[in-house]
């Protein structure tokens, strides 16, 4: 799975780290970064949901 995150539109909200906090994380500079891309079944729902709340629409995940 390949998670893209559209810099342009993420406010760094951190929605997604409620949703999958192994997954992503916030610098110091409240930039996001994806910390494991890889899918697996234990991180696939809790990455699909964390795309699906963006509320900028900002990540997208392709398998």
């Given at each position: 799975?390949?998670?893209?995150?559209?810099?342009?539109?993420?406010?760094?909200?951190?929605v997604c780290?409620?949703?999958?906090?192994?997954?992503?994380?916030?610098?110091?500079?409240?930039e996001l970064?994806?910390?494991?891309?890889?899918?697996?079944?234990?991180?696939?729902?809790?990455?699909?949901?964390?795309?699906?709340?963006?509320?900028?629409?900002?990540?997208?995940?392709?398998?």
């Open positions: 799975m390949k998670i893209k995150i559209d810099r342009d539109l993420c406010e760094a909200n951190a780290l409620d949703y999958a906090p192994k997954v992503f994380t916030l610098d110091d500079n409240d970064h994806v910390t494991e891309a890889e899918l697996t079944e234990a991180n696939r729902a809790a990455i699909a949901q964390a795309v699906k709340h963006c509320p900028r629409g900002a990540l997208s995940a392709d398998e």
